[in-house]
């Protein structure tokens, strides 16, 4: 049922969004999706397991962007600052987003374990969703890895491969600094640029 449960998905969200993981009820998440109670625990087998799922549906979000932001156009260096916007964008209006990307989980947020845990679900997208969860340090080397994928051309020198992994991971750290200490006038992007400049001047 992928329609219901990308509305339970919604629905959970919207809960969070207006009080603590810890007072929202299975019951009201169903109600508000327009399925059953038991929709809800054949989708996701407990609340636990609604809140991995909840939490991978954002990674993924977050890391389609970051995939959209690295293939626009524009040169390596315009599609690395579009990507540290997005991340340090996204982070600030999703608060999951936010903690998954730091590691700083609220007691308002749900905060699962990231390790797998066991999982009976005959729902493929809930036994993905009960595998490991990325930890900050994972999301820095997925974008990293990512980007420096994009950007490099076929036959590039290992030299420059190395060069250009660590300007993507500086742009990702710096993006996530903005996270944790919001920049001032000109933003991350004015950052980002002035970073990439002494990096390849």
């Known amino acids: 049922m992928p329609a219901a449960r990308e509305s339970l998905l919604d629905a959970a969200y919207t809960a969070l ?3 603590p993981w810890a007072a929202v009820r299975m019951v009201d998440v169903a109600a508000a999706a327009g399925v059953s109670r038991q929709t809800l625990y054949n989708e996701f087998g407990s609340k636990e397991g609604l809140a991995r799922a909840l939490v991978r549906r954002e990674a993924d979000g977050y890391l389609t962007g970051v995939e959209r932001a690295l293939t626009a156009h524009g040169d390596a260096r315009e599609r690395l600052t579009a990507t540290a916007e997005w991340t340090a964008s996204t982070a600030r209006e999703n608060a999951l ?23 009976s679900s005959a729902v493929p997208a809930q036994r993905r969703a009960d595998g490991p969860l990325p930890s900050p340090g994972d999301f820095v080397a997925l974008v990293r890895d990512r980007a420096v994928t994009v950007l490099s051309g076929p036959g590039t020198p290992k030299s420059d491969l ?33 970073a990439l400049h002494r990096q390849y001047a």
């Open 17 to 19: 969004a207006r009080r």
């Open 162 to 194: 190395s060069d250009l992994a660590r300007s993507c991971e500086l742009v990702v750290r710096l993006a996530l600094s903005c996270v944790a200490a919001p920049p001032g006038e000109g933003g991350v992007a004015d950052l980002v640029r002035s």
């Open 97 to 119: 987003v936010r903690a998954m990307l730091t590691g700083c989980w609220s007691e308002k947020l749900p905060s699962p374990t990231l390790k797998a845990v066991p999982s």
